[in-house]
């Protein structure tokens, strides 16, 4: 079709050149040139993608599916910041419970169940040929301060071992468990710290406490009068007390060598602020890769 169009204009062309100054074949063999090499030549095809820049830059729906990582871990992050308040406080309100005023020991002992680290009052007299020990341990001082060596007064010298000793109560026959306190290694044996081993019916403060499960990797309890700790199941069945276990307080005024009271651990596990870090790193890390990957559409 061009070729025709360009022969007729070619025609016109020569026929106006004959009519003028004979110039027809030098004109004319320039023209055909011209349209030689334009047919020669490939059209120019002007190449679009099939995929709009409108389209580019939106987001898929993958895209918008992965922001749910960095928004999942921030408020995880979150989570963590209001557990974090919540054990701190909970962890004031038992210590504040532990200087709170005593309460006599109820007559149905179940009571106890809800009533861990409070102080109560017992009366009666300690079983000491049933005595048992719990450890090792570390002394707590009475400044609160838990030490593993060096001197305090004359008795501290280091690791030792908690006694616990069933107490029949006054006027009724339940018994229950009493950890008297700390020993050290050395006064393990009754024997060492006869001044200390009470007969007579006595008064006491104590802090009531719960059972713990066997920590991994400890073994279990096979009998013996040693315990790593507190297995209720195993001390009641071994003595006949009630499934109730007390920390006696500690006392200025007794006996030299005699267990040192106020060993109470307020033992709640509190990792939140390491685990609120670790989410909101996370959190950000993500949110980095996903604007750098989804939005920005830059390769590693």
């Known amino acids: 079709m061009l070729l025709r169009v360009n022969a007729q204009m ?38 679009t993608t099939s995929i709009p820049k409108k389209d580019k830059d939106k987001i898929t729906a993958l895209g918008w599916f992965l922001l749910l990582i960095p928004a999942t871990t921030f408020g995880l992050g979150c989570w963590q910041v209001k557990r974090k308040i919540w054990k701190e406080q909970l962890i004031k309100d038992l210590h504040k419970q532990l200087h709170t005023a005593p309460v006599e020991v109820p007559e149905d002992l179940s009571q106890l169940d809800d009533m861990e680290y409070r102080l109560v009052t017992l009366r009666g007299h300690f079983l000491h040929d049933k005595e048992m020990q719990m450890g090792p341990r570390s002394l707590i001082r009475p400044d609160g301060v838990e030490t593993q060596g060096g001197l305090f007064s004359q008795r501290d010298s280091g690791n030792g071992y908690l006694i616990v000793t069933p107490f029949k109560l006054a006027d009724r026959d339940d018994i229950v468990l009493v950890n008297r306190g700390w020993v050290s290694r050395k006064h ?113």
């Open 10 to 47: 070619w025609k016109q062309i020569c026929a106006l050149q004959r009519s003028s100054a004979g110039r027809c074949p030098s004109i004319a063999t320039q023209f055909r040139r011209k349209i030689t090499q334009q047919a020669q030549q490939p059209p120019k095809v002007e190449w």
């Open 188 to 300: 393990i044996d009754p024997a060492t710290r006869e001044v200390g081993q009470v007969k007579q019916e006595v008064q006491l403060t104590a802090v009531v406490r719960k059972g713990e499960s066997r920590p991994q990797f400890t073994p279990d309890h096979k009998g013996g009068q040693v315990y790593l700790y507190r297995d209720l199941p195993k001390m009641c069945a071994s003595t006949n007390a009630a499934p109730v276990f007390l920390d006696a307080v500690y006392d200025a005024k007794s006996p030299q060598n005699s267990p040192i009271g106020g060993q109470t651990r307020v033992t709640l596990r509190n990792d939140h602020l390491s685990y609120l870090v670790t989410w909101f790193s996370l959190s950000a890390a993500t949110s980095y890769l996903w604007y750098r990957q989804i939005v920005r559409r830059i390769p590693f």
